[in-house]
């Protein structure tokens, strides 16, 4: 499915793409959401504030997909196990949905890799990678009409462009916090990758954002 690779030696980043291939500098329709949050992902009586934690039913997510032609930025940095599970969540995750998705690896420059991203002007960023963490937390305060998705990890104090998904076992929040006393590579498996990914879409496509997302 690999189809371009181009290595950007100032940024140390590397592009790749794959999905529909279609042209992402013509406009294309917004994205909505297909199909309906189920019982249990928060309480219809009332909207979670920014950055609120909520802790939806399993599966209540489930029956969310995205609409064709979403245009998905998957940045990434880092070759640890729980970050490789990730990618791959998000990997198999588009291609199920038939997401236009172009991934970003950075190796060194995690702003100049964030700015990158959010130059291709994709519906929606969403990130793998403790190391970005930071970065992000600079770069997205700047950017509130870009969308952004942090799986595995969550921002200190998040606009309400930034929403998070996160489960005992994972939560880092930044260098000067590090990582939570439960931290645990091991709790990064493939099922809990995917629904991390696909809880955090389902809420962004319900424009439940700017919230943490916390799954079991």
Known sequence: MLKAAVVLTAAATLITGCGSGSDWSQPHAAPSAIGTLGPGFVDPSTTPTPEA??????GSWDGVHPSK???VVLLTA????PTKALVKAVEAWAEAEDVDLRTVVSTSDHVASTVKALDMKPDLIVTAGNSLVDPLALVTPSHLGQQFLVVGAELAEPTGNVTSVDWSGASFRGEGLGSASTYD?????ADRCSAAVRA?????LNNLTGIVVWIQ
């Not at 880092?78 to 196990?81: K, L, M, Q, S």
């Open 53 to 58: 934690t909520v802790t939806p039913a399993p």
């Open 69 to 71: 032609g979403y245009r």
């Open 78 to 81: 880092g070759e640890d196990a």
């Open 185 to 189: 590579p091991a709790s990064f498996t």
């Open 200 to 204: 955090g879409v389902a809420a962004v």
